[in-house]
């Protein structure tokens, strides 16, 4: 049993992470803006946020300065591609290609470094639950962090009027420019708001997940969380099941060596990759359906008085 538990209480730590950074990817979707930058943003806010908590002891500041920096580069990646109207997707490969060499780069002076000793969570009662305790409630903050984000955002883009006008400009930028709606303006905060989420997924990453700096140690989550967004129908509720179930994939791997299956280490670090493209795959059979709930406007620029 206490095996499960562990498999269950990694699969949710695993899923927070993808969870964080697609939801913040479904919000630059939700106003028509792909970024494939993630990987990128996110390997520059794991090193901006290890670099502040080695230097201040602080993981609040860590995740702070992680969200800075996810937020700097995707306002970077929103003034090109919506004032100056460069190709969202080549621009992100750009973006995604120039942060995994800028952090290769400035963090090769914290690849010895080590962090101080992080404090054990629990949520009292609850975590002495048998079985339920150590899978459910000895998880960081972040953990939950995660669902409260997941419950905000179905609240703000269902339930709020600023929501309803994020989504009409993801649907038809040209209806609410006429309505009065400074368009490129909330595509910009968005983007910016949707690369503070994954700055903050990557500080999450070097800080807790895995306490330390190494070169590429996002190892294609980003890639992953882009891919959640779609395997998710741009839905905050689906998306966080995603997460879930390919941080499961990923833990499993773990799972079946310490269970002493004999599988070779290779395939089963290819599954969670294996598994995008599976599903992906089988999503892409019903292109109606993806149209029904894909914003009417992604990937397009927005020339304003056109």
Not at 239 to 268: D, E, K, R
Request: proline fraction near 5%; hydrophobic fraction near 55%.
């Amino acid at each position: 049993m206490d095996a499960y538990a562990l498999l269950i209480a990694a699969t949710l730590n695993a899923g927070t992470v993808l969870a964080i950074a697609s939801l913040g990817l479904l919000i630059n979707e939700k106003v028509g803006i792909v970024n494939l930058g993630a990987e990128g943003m996110m390997l520059c806010a794991a090193l901006a946020g290890f670099a502040t908590v080695v230097h201040t002891g602080s993981h609040l500041l860590g995740f702070a300065a992680g969200m800075a920096a996810g937020a700097l580069m995707a306002a970077v990646f929103g003034v090109l591609v919506i004032w100056l109207n460069t190709n969202q997707y080549a621009t992100g490969l750009a973006l995604s290609l120039f942060g995994g060499g800028f952090s290769a780069f400035a963090g090769t002076g914290y690849v010895q470094a080590r962090l101080p000793e992080q404090a054990t969570w629990a949520i009292p009662v609850l975590a002495d639950i048998p079985l339920l305790g150590p899978a459910l409630f000895r998880h960081h903050p972040m953990v939950y962090v995660a669902v409260a984000l997941t419950v905000g955002l179905i609240w703000f883009l269902y339930r709020t009027r600023t929501g309803l006008v994020l989504r009409s400009v993801g649907e038809s930028p040209e209806s609410a420019h006429a309505l009065g709606y400074p368009v490129r303006r909330i595509r910009l905060v968005a983007v910016m708001v949707g690369g503070a989420l994954c700055g903050l997924a990557g500080a999450y990453v070097s800080t807790v997940y895995t306490p330390l700096w190494v070169e590429g140690m996002i190892a294609g989550k980003g890639w992953i969380a882009l891919a959640l967004t779609t395997f998710a129908t741009w839905r905050p509720a689906r998306v966080l099941l995603g997460a879930y179930l390919f941080g499961g994939v990923t833990m499993l791997q773990f799972h079946f060596q310490g269970a002493g299956f004999n599988i070779p280490s290779q395939f089963l670090t290819m599954m969670p990759y294996v598994a995008t493209v599976v599903v992906l795959a089988l999503i892409s059979r019903n292109p109606a359906w993806i149209r029904v709930n894909m914003p009417s406007s992604i990937g397009k620029p927005f020339y304003p008085g056109s």
